[in-house]
Nanobody, 124 residues
Framework: QVQLVESGGGSVQAGGSLRLSCAASGDTFSSYRMAWFRQAPRKEREGVASIRSASTLYADSVKGRFTISKDNAKNTLYLQMNSLKPEDTAMYYC???????????????????WGQGTQVTVSS
């Protein structure tokens, strides 16, 4: 069982930055495939960024603005979000797959473990 706890959400103005963190349990964190997803009201959950080993994958809407990273020594996943836009407003979720494939993925069904979410609100 993997437990995930997100933090770092908040309210910022457009153009601002936030860094989300996701603390994970488990002895084999370094091998997890992990991702950040987000869900706005009345919209489906969408993948934002994923990481597996040294490989990363980003949604087109966040490329060049968001950076996903892992600190295996701290069992923590990060999402650095720069140049935030009002359309980035959503609940952000951390997801993990302990026995994932070789490559990162933004498909919701590929992940077994989910955090409780952290709210990000960007005002214009």
């Amino acid at each position: 069982q993997v437990q995930l706890v997100e933090s770092g959400g908040g309210s910022v103005q457009a153009g601002g930055s936030l860094r989300l963190s996701c603390a994970a349990s488990g002895d084999t964190f370094s091998s997890y495939r992990m991702a950040w997803f987000r869900q706005a009201p009345r919209k489906e959950r969408e993948g934002v960024a994923s990481i597996r080993s040294a490989s990363t994958l980003y949604a087109d809407s966040v490329k060049g603005r968001f950076t996903i990273s892992k600190d295996n020594a701290k069992n923590t996943l990060y999402l650095q979000m720069n140049s935030l836009k009002p359309e980035d407003t959503a609940m952000y979720y951390c997801a993990a797959e302990a026995y994932g494939g070789t490559w990162p993925t933004l498909f919701v069904d590929e992940y077994t473990y989910w955090g409780q979410g952290t709210q990000v609100t960007v005002s214009s």
